[in-house]
C-alpha cells in the first residue's frame, strides 16, 4: 500500500455543529501574516481559518511553547503558526518542494519537522532565535514522514520507504533501526507512557514499540486490513490508535493487550488521534462524505462525533492547544480549523 503522506494533489459550504453521539545552517525564511477567520458563536463552537498560501496541503499541526500551534504545508512548501486569535504566519522552507508532514516541539526550543520529499529532518527555532537548519538523511528516499520528541532527549522519526525508525539529536547525529516486518509501511509514532516509542504500520497491520536501545517489538492487530495510522498516550496509560481501514479506535496497553471500538459513523476513515484537555481522545474522519467530522472518545468507548463546518474538507491533523481547544488542519480546504470543547 502507498502511504497517505505522499505529496497530496491540490485539491480545492454547511454547518451541522450538532455532536452525533551533518548540518545544513540556511538563512531566516521571510515571513507573511494575515487575520481572516470565521469566528465562534455561541450556537457554532467551531473557528475556521484560511491560510493566506493557496493549494498549501495543511497536514500535521502541533502546540508548541510559545503557545501558538504549529502546522506543516505539504504542498506550501512552508510551516504555518497560528495564534489562539487565528493569526496565521507562514515561513518558507530554504530546500524546493520538500513536502513537509509531520512537526513536533523539540527538547531545545525548536520545532523539527520531516521533509519526505527532501529526505530532511528540519529545525525551526522559536522566538526568532535563530535560522532554520536541515539534516540530510544518510539513505536516499527515506520518507521521512512523522517525528516525535523521545525520552532520551533525541527526536525520533518514522522513515516510511526505508522501512525503518530513525532518531536524530539536537545536534543532528542520526541513527536507523530497520523495523522487523519487511515494508510495513509505518507512519505515526508517538512516546508513551512506558518511555518507549510506539508506532504504527499501516501496511504491516501492527502496532511497534521501539526502547531507546533500538531493540523492536511489533503486536498484530485483531482485524484485517486494519491501516493502523495514528497513535497517542492516553490519559489511562494506554496508547490510542486509529484504524483507518478498519474503522475503529484501537487501545494498547504496555504490556500488548489491544482493545477495538468501532467509530460512530460508518466508512468516517478516523486518521490521526490525540489526548485532548477533557481526558478524552480526539480524532479527524478524513472521508469527505460519511466523515468530515472530529471524533471523540472517552476511555470507556463511548463516541461522539462534530460535523466540520465546511463540508468536504478532509480534517487531518489535529492537536489540543494551550485555550483547551481542538485543533486541526482541513486538507481539502486550505484551513485551520478549532473546536471550542469547554
Partial sequence: MMSFFRRPMPLTQTVDQQASSSPLPLKQ???????SLVVPSACNPFMESPIPTAGSGPQVITTALDGALWFTESLGNKIGRIDLNGTITEFPLPTANSGPVGITMGP???????????????????FHRGPMTEFPLPRAGSGPTFITMGPDGALWFTETDANKIGRITPTGVITEFSIPTADSGTEVITMGPDGNLWFTEEDGNKIGRITPAGVITEFPLPTAGSVPIGITTGPDGALWFTEFGGNKIGRITPAGVITEFPALTEVAEPFLIITGADGALWFTEIKAKSGNKIGRITTCGFVAE?????????????????????????????????????
Fill in 108 to 126: 531545545d526550543l525548536a520545532l523539527w519537522f520531516t521533509e519526505r520529499d527532501a529526505n530532511k529532518i528540519g529545525r525551526l527555532p522559536l
Fill in 306 to 342: 462534530f460535523t466540520v463546518p465546511t463540508s468536504a474538507s478532509a480534517p487531518h491533523g489535529i492537536a489540543s492547544g494551550f485555550d483547551t481547544a481542538i485543533w486541526f488542519t482541513e486538507l481539502k480546504v486550505n484551513k485551520i480549523g478549532r473546536l471550542r470543547i469547554f
Fill in 29 to 35: 525564511p521571510a515571513q507573511q501574516q494575515v487575520a
